[in-house]
């Protein structure tokens, strides 16, 4: 919902409202709904409008609240906000406006930075507290929401996607040597705050951060749950914890449908949408539109998964469409898709997303979607191995990590190498520190709080909102990912992985789609590069713009181009597709 921007100076100088305007149209698409930019002393704020609660103008952003000072830009939407609102109104507040904005506004007055730790959902807010000159910046526990910030001096910017930043000029675009590093290691993941670019970070998840009137920040982590067993749970049953976890499955996909506009589901014919679709169905919704997309086959390897969202559709009764994506139409999808990437994401998942909420975006404004249940549950292959696991780092990267330091020193040019393997270091930190039980809790806990943030977040965010299409993610519920942590790491690796998910979705979802092979989004032709897949990659990393940015050595990518099915990372992508994405991204950014 939305997209935000702004411009902040603590220097004395006078925003740029040139600047502010060409962030917020570069914003359209996320917000095709309405547009405003306020500037208020140091401080220039820009919004672009997705409605979907309170469709009056009452609600419209930037939102200023005179009588208390306060002014916000919001991209969101905030699940509990009508529960929040009768309890600030029991305070004594009173409301302009019916929507989630201003109940942030009130909360923030009231409770202070502590506010976020009551809102259940997805958030990036930026507000501006006349009295003081503080500015305070949120985003929500995953992350879900964007926030891109650039530095000049006493300039910050900020932005719901990168290339707005791009879009206003003025920010250092070389690349940054350690975040090549991290996209090169973990398939494209770059935590934060660092991205691809020297000149642009993004706010940490989970993260408030507060500007004093002179510059000076603080950030504080607001959320980090813990993946430990606790004393009390000791006489939990599999049945108690089937229990509890569909309650919790049920609010958090109740949750989710708070809406002034209809809320669909991306059915991908898999558990975790099919249970979304099921858990709708049981909560009485109806009319339910259901959305899949399908490729052309490659390599022998199936592009579609139709078969398992016609079942589902049929079982629920939704009104259900089906994209069907021949290899051409792929091909010329790339560039948009390439386009709508705030950071380069090498999973094949994107023009997926891409295409099918363009179809979407034409009939509903919002959907539910399945993202988080593998990373919260234990759906990946790379747990298993790790119940017995003495080294959970090593362990950990070899089924993970994409290349080691050394072997990354052989593939790309000497100037672009960090000076020493940053990557592995995160991956120690992140695995070794504190408030995980076993080694398993420690992937789960790396896996849903980075890598789940700057992978499948990120690419659901960025694909659905190129088409002004909010996607809800239920699986990413703090309170249910909070329980999940809890639950002993046995009963979510049985059969193969969710194994607890998959208990509860037998009593709401037909077995066929649980006891099969697991599945996703497979786009074979980006996998297996070949005909004209292949003479794109080759044209783009030959280009004079490639051959000056000079990142690969040109001995690695001859390799590449002669064997591309055989260079396959241990998560199972291509890495001709990986070293091409990260050129075909630089070169449409313009960078």
């Known amino acids: 919902m939305c997209g935000i921007c702004g411009e902040i100076r603590f220097d004395g100088a006078q925003p740029s409202v040139t600047a502010v305007s060409m962030m917020a149209d570069a914003l359209a698409p996320r917000g095709p709904d309405g547009a405003g930019v306020v500037v208020r002393g140091n401080v220039g704020l820009g919004h672009r409008r997705l409605r979907i609660l309170d469709l009056s103008d009452k609600s419209q952003q930037p939102m200023i609240d005179a009588d208390l000072g306060l002014t916000i830009v919001f991209n969101g939407c905030i699940y509990n906000f009508r ?8 305070r004594g507040y009173r409301f302009f406006s019916d929507g989630d904005t201003e109940v942030i506004l009130k909360a923030w007055h009231a409770w202070g930075e502590r506010c976020v730790e009551r809102f259940h959902g997805m958030f990036a807010f930026v507000i501006h507290e006349r009295d003081t000159g503080r500015v305070v910046m949120a985003r929500d526990r995953f992350g879900i929401k964007p926030l891109y910030l650039s530095e000049r001096g006493k300039q910050v910017r900020f932005a719901s996607a990168l290339p707005a930043l791009l879009r206003a000029g003025d920010v250092d675009t070389s690349i940054d040597r350690v975040a090549l590093q991290f996209y090169m290691s973990f398939h494209a993941v770059v935590p934060a705050p660092r991205t691809i670019l020297a000149g642009i970070g993004k706010l940490p998840p989970a993260t408030i951060r507060i500007y004093e009137h002179d510059g000076t920040f603080a950030d504080r982590r607001y959320w980090d749950p ?16 089937q229990e509890e976890l569909l309650a919790a499955l049920r609010l958090a996909v109740k949750r989710r449908m708070v809406s002034d506009v209809p809320v669909g589901v991306l059915l991908s014919g898999g558990v975790d949408s099919s249970l979304i679709v099921g858990l709708l169905a049981e909560a009485g919704q109806t009319g339910l539109m259901s959305f899949s997309v399908g490729f052309e ?12 969202s016609d079942l589902i559709a049929r079982h629920f009764g939704t009104d259900h469409r089906k994209i069907f994506v021949p290899s051409g139409e792929l091909m010329s999808a790339l560039p948009g898709t390439i386009a709508a990437m705030s950071e ?31 990373e919260v549950f234990g759906g990946y292959h790379w747990y298993p191995p790790l119940v017995e696991s003495n080294d959970v780092v090593r362990d950990y990267a070899k089924g993970f990590r994409d290349r080691p330091h050394d072997v990354l020193a052989r593939q790309i040019q000497s100037r672009w190498m960090a000076d020493r393997d940053v990557a592995g270091e995160f991956l120690a930190g992140e695995l070794l520190r504190a408030g995980a039980d076993t080694p398993v809790d420690a992937a789960l806990r790396l896996d849903s709080n980075v890598m789940l943030v700057d992978d499948p977040v990120k690419r659901v965010d960025n694909m659905t909102m190129a088409w002004g299409l909010e996607a809800r993610v239920p699986f990413l519920d703090h309170e249910l990912v909070e329980l999940a942590a809890r639950i002993p790491v046995e009963e979510k690796l049985r059969e193969g992985g969710k194994g607890i998910l998959k208990d509860v979705a037998r009593r709401i979802i037909p077995s066929e789609v649980i006891d099969r092979k697991k599945g996703y989004f497979p786009v074979p032709q980006l996998k297996y590069i070949d005909g004209p897949y292949l003479d794109m990659l080759k044209d783009t990393l030959n280009s004079q713009a490639a051959r000056e940015r000079g990142i690969f050595q040109p001995a690695y990518l001859e390799t590449l181009f002669d064997a591309p099915s055989e260079h396959i990372t241990p998560l199972r992508g291509s890495e001709l597709w990986q070293a091409g994405l990260l050129e075909l991204w630089l070169q449409e950014q313009g960078v």
């Open 226 to 241: 813990a993946y430990e067993r606790r004393a009390e749970d000791g006489g939990m049953t599999r049945e108690d914890w």
């Open 344 to 374: 380069p994401m090498v999973s094949y998942d994107n023009v997926g997303f891409y295409l099918l909420s363009k179809e979407v975006s034409k009939h509903i404004k919002v959907v539910q979607s399945g993202q988080g249940a593998d």
């Open 83 to 90: 529960d929040l609102r009768a309890e600030l109104e029991g």
């Open 297 to 308: 086959e490659a390599n022998g390897e199936k592009g579609d998964e139709f078969v398992y």
